[in-house]
């Protein structure tokens, strides 16, 4: 109507890198998304209430089988690479053997009403998986605290195991903290590091029950 036309998409940042929002352009240049850095302080507390759940289920499964939990520690110890081929044959065939299993039981009269343990099933698989990482994480508390000079519990031990694996993913959230492309780049390649980590120690943790199950009825007979 006054001979003006103002263009203001999402997309489009404007000249010399300012945000497209209106009243905002002048003096307002390019430094990144409007409460990014919440997000990061978000993310990095996330992963800390992650590790720290972690933690507390390792404890209460050291406090239930501590002696189990010792046993899948040292064969984690003796053969890690495998367990971790255990455990990734066991990730691979789970989903299959899952979707088999229930298509099974749902074709046959008789096998319905076993459709109900499914659920327990997969509960009591989560449970082993759990007990394999604190197998895990209890072997690595074990070696730091023996490379340090230091004797602590079985808690403490597999407390700093747990915390230990997740080295990388919190060293991944303090430097992306700093933003800017530097940080991005760094603290991308250290949450990658971290999770290549973390699949291992749960991938080895759980060829390591795999593997002591399978063994039971040949060292009870």
């Known amino acids: 109507v006054d001979g003006k036309i103002d263009d203001v998409g999402f997309g489009d940042r404007g000249r ?3 945000f497209p929002f209106p009243g905002r352009n002048e003096g307002h240049t390019e430094r990144g998304w409007p409460f990014s850095g919440f997000w990061r302080v978000g993310n990095l507390f996330g992963t800390l209430l ?5 933690v507390l289920g390792a404890i209460l499964v050291v406090a239930v089988g501590g002696r189990f939990v010792t046993t899948v520690a040292e064969r984690t110890a003796a053969e890690p690479a495998r367990a971790g081929l255990a455990g990734l044959l066991a990730e691979i065939l789970f989903v299959p053997l899952v979707v088999i299993t229930v298509v099974v039981l749902a074709v046959s009269i008789i096998g319905i009403p076993l459709l109900l343990l499914v659920p327990f099933a997969l509960v009591l698989s989560l449970v082993l998986m759990l007990v394999g990482f604190t197998g895990v994480a209890t072997q690595v508390g074990r070696t730091v605290t023996a490379r340090i000079g230091i004797t602590t519990g079985a808690y403490r031990m597999v407390a700093i195991g747990v915390v230990t694996i997740h080295v990388f993913a919190i060293l991944a959230r303090l430097v992306g903290l700093a933003g800017g492309s ?40």
Do not use: D, K, N
């Not at 992650?50 to 972690?54: E, H, K, V």
């Not at 990658?192 to 040949?218: C, D, N, Q, R």
């Open 16 to 18: 010399a890198g300012r």
């Open 50 to 54: 992650r590790i720290a759940l972690l």
């Open 182 to 221: 530097f940080g991005g780049v760094l603290g991308g390649t250290l949450a990658v590091v971290g999770f290549l980590v973390e699949y291992l120690a749960w991938t080895v943790g759980t060829g390591a029950v795999i593997l002591l199950a399978g063994s039971v009825p040949f060292a009870t007979a």
